[in-house]
DNA sequence: CCTAGCTATTACATCGATGTAATGTGAGAT
DNA sequence: ATCTCACATTACATCGATGTAATAGCTAGG
């Protein structure tokens, strides 16, 4: 059987609460009696039990972090880089997969507080505003990404301004027909939408006429998918000058298609992506892509947290962080 | 505030055991009085306090599960695949990092249940068995992976003839001279040491002599160690016919030093690797690799914490999922 | 019509930690 | 030596759900 305070105060002839009193060091206790306590925790190898804890105080020191897919890499990074920030900061992460499912999305959002948890990291894909009732009261949370309206504090990266950068770059190295690979039909994602748009401005203020065949639809954004969304498009239409692909792991799905196909990065068709994930760095060829700070969008989203756990909430706050567009050999001039 | 079983059986005009039994279904509760309660339950958008169930019967119902490092794709998809099952049982999965350090290791194996889990699925490194005392009861746990001492129930996949029939593989397309990448130095993973004994062993049984100058060291199993490993390697030795890389990750950087010195993979030099995470089938050529089926690695190690945490423990138990030696482009005859 | 023999329901105590309010202990002032 | 006053410590109640044991309500048999 576990020690309980009890135990521990038995042993160290003090009453159950100064041993409480001992742990959280707001009440204080003189230095022999602590020392006493001390000990005897020690002997006992006592862990205080969180469920008790948290029952008491209405606190469980557990965040919960959900996901569309955690072994998406860059989910996978995210989720390592939360994880040990909020680990430094002493909170207990649970996680949970969405599966890019809007009602699950929803059902995290406001029933969170059923799960023994303070708080929510949500990284929603499609979430479905329209459904989450205005007035609810919401448990904290905070949003990762592009998100179409305001729900809650948000941590994200402009996603359109980068595209427009990217497609820039592209565009400098002397390439005209650049096609995006991850556009949507009907109800994309935000993100999708945003980079699209983005892409379009920068063609727009260089001149370039935009071109509906360019678009090259992938609703999931996946190395699989857009493998298969590329070897479809390359069936019917002819090489583009450059490959804008609205992530690295649809990148790389995409190097392996233009490889099989005896198609030449760079020199045939320049590629780039959008995360900087760490494979994005050793594909063959290293990927062009769009690079931000994951662990500054962790400990921001944790600040973001903690601060509207803390304290009451007041207003909606939105951090941007901010982005660079790093050239690697896949598209070389 | 949230609504406690005390409101609902209020507005239910039954006691709170009532409301209690409605949920649990181990007591019958009569059919109109069950409405009654369901209705005010969802009137009132009940939801339980898992703490307080949580003290109440000792379980939490959340189960921990430990990783080196959540951003790496093979942690990442085990991670995926466990959440995923651990889900569908009604498990809640919170996360842990290792970062591969011994002591944290230790200190998860022995002090589990500090954390509200009933349950610990571990996935080692290096776990100094020496640190363990006998003798302390462990709460349930599960190791995954090669441990070289047998501490607890463990699922694994048999490292050394899957490194051995991978070996042979690779021989088999007429390579004789095959290096292998990630052996270690001094007190090494026991997967490292296991692959290195396979490999030893095909070598053996095909009669080829064993060449310490073919055993290339790696520590750390990322691309980016890797890379830099091999590329070392390369400035001062011949370039063999094969390299085995001890994991997807280390060959994809291996791969991408390959090509940056303009050594083609397979004509110039096979390239075969370990864990088939999604990114080899992208990787470029595609990767040869073991393949085994991860998401049996989750069900079978939640089935044994499952076993576990419900009965007294039998005997510590073990299981080996089944591996196949999958043949792609980067090892082409 | 009453009671044995059920079953559905209830009151109460409990899990472990901690806030509250009351008690005990000491030093310093007079 | 006595009385404050400050401070360390304690007893008790509490958080919410649920097991236990007792009770209320019911049917069927006499």
Redesign the pocket.
């Given at each position: 059987?576990?020690a309980?305070?009890?135990d521990v105060?038995r042993r160290a002839?003090?009453?159950?609460?100064?041993?409480?009193?001992v742990?959280?060091g707001?009440?204080?206790?003189?230095g022999?009696?602590?020392l006493r306590v001390e000990q005897a925790m020690a002997e006992l190898d006592?862990v205080?039990?969180l469920s008790?804890?948290g029952?008491?105080?209405?606190r469980s020191g557990v965040i919960a972090l959900a996901l569309p897919d955690l072994a998406t890499p860059y989910s996978a990074e995210v989720a390592h880089h939360i994880v040990e920030v909020a680990h430094d900061q002493g909170w207990i992460v649970q996680i949970e997969e969405t599966g890019s499912d809007p009602q699950r999305e929803q059902e995290l959002m406001t029933r969170a507080r059923s799960n023994l948890i303070d708080g929510l990291i949500l990284n929603p894909v499609v979430l479905d505003e329209s459904a989450v009732k205005v007035g609810v009261t919401l448990p904290p949370v905070v949003l990762l990404g592009e998100v179409t309206q305001q729900l809650a504090d948000r941590v994200f990266v402009d996603s359109f301004s980068a595209a427009r950068d990217m497609t820039l770059a592209l565009a400098k190295t002397g390439r005209k027909r650049i096609a995006v690979l991850g556009t949507t039909q009907g109800r994309g994602s935000a993100a999708a939408i945003q980079r699209t748009q983005g892409y379009q401005a920068a063609l727009d203020s260089l001149g370039i006429p935009r071109d509906e065949s360019l678009l090259i639809p992938c609703e999931k954004w996946t190395p699989e998918t857009a493998a298969k969304a590329l070897s479809t498009y390359l069936e019917a239409n002819p090489v583009p000058e450059a490959l804008f692909c609205f992530t690295d792991s649809m990148a790389i799905g995409a190097l392996s298609v233009l490889w099989k196909r005896g198609l030449r990065v760079p020199e045939d068709i320049a590629v780039a992506g959008f995360d900087d994930i760490a494979d994005g760095r050793y594909a063959v060829p290293s990927l062009t892509t769009v690079s931000f700070d994951k662990r500054m969008i962790a400990s921001e989203a944790l600040r973001l947290l903690t601060e509207r756990m803390g304290d009451r909430a007041r207003g909606q706050r939105v951090v941007s962080v901010g982005y660079s567009i790093v050239e690697r050999d896949s598209s070389k001039a």
């Open positions: 059987m576990r309980t305070v009890k105060a002839g003090v009453s159950p609460k100064t041993v409480s009193n742990m959280n707001i009440v204080p206790v003189s022999p009696t602590r006592y205080p039990n008790a804890r029952l008491r105080n209405g």
